[in-house]
């Protein structure tokens, strides 16, 4: 079965903090996929990358930066933490097929 | 602007019945469809899918329709039962996206006993 693990369940930080969310996959997937989900817009892309040291903006890429340094690692960095994005951040990884497989999200609260 | 359109944020339905959840999109290109399906505190889980060069797919109580002259699919779940209440997602894809999926905002379906 595809794993994907998130680095933590529940998350609170405070206003203007540097965030960190790992991801890591054992599946040796090329994609891997950060979202953000919030009541009433459903999943939104924030960034994807197809591959080490790539990556590719996606629908709602302001405020957030990736890093992917080993395939099977997939970082999302929130620069400096506002309370807009406090939401639920889910990562995904897949081969190159269309189905995607997903962590358990981190819920991130900003104070 | 939204691709992928599910425009019932909840449906009810008794336990044994069909549920029926619907999902429209507006991009032409899009050529690969999915459904998942996301419990409350967990990451969505992949359920079904379905390439346009099919109209319809089954596995086991759930089958997908797609009508691809009116950019519609549909998920059938038959016979409901209480634990598939859960919020479900549309999603959609282009062939030359690099995998990317366009997500529906989701559809909360509750299965009465």
């Known amino acids: 079965d595809v794993k994907v693990t998130q680095s933590s369940r529940y998350l609170v930080k405070r206003t203007g903090e540097k965030v960190f969310l790992e991801c890591v996959q054992d599946m040796d997937h090329e994609n891997m996929f950060w979202y953000r989900q919030d009541p009433g817009l459903g999943l939104r892309l924030i960034y994807f990358s197809y591959d080490v040291k790539m990556k590719e903006k996606g629908d709602i890429p302001e405020g957030y930066s990736v890093s992917r340094e080993k395939k099977e690692r997939f970082s999302l960095i929130l620069e400096s933490a506002s309370t807009n994005q406090t939401s639920m951040y889910l990562c995904a990884s897949s081969d190159n097929t269309d189905t995607q497989y997903f962590g358990p999200g981190t819920r991130l609260t900003v104070l | 602007d939204q691709q992928v359109k599910q425009n019932s944020p909840s449906l009810s339905v008794q336990e044994g019945r069909i549920s029926i959840l619907n999902c429209d999109y507006t991009n032409s290109m899009f050529d690969y469809f999915l459904w998942y399906k996301k419990y409350p505190a967990e990451g969505p889980t992949f359920l079904i899918s379905i390439s346009s060069i099919k109209d319809k797919n089954e596995d086991g109580r759930f089958t997908v329709f797609l009508n691809k002259s009116a950019k519609h699919l549909s998920l059938h779940i038959v016979p409901s039962q209480p634990g598939d209440s859960a919020v479900y997602f549309c999603?959609?894809?282009?062939?030359?996206?690099?995998?990317?999926?366009?997500f529906g905002k989701g559809t909360s379906l509750l299965v009465t006993p």
């Open positions: 999603a959609a894809s282009r062939g030359n996206s690099g995998y990317a999926l366009n």
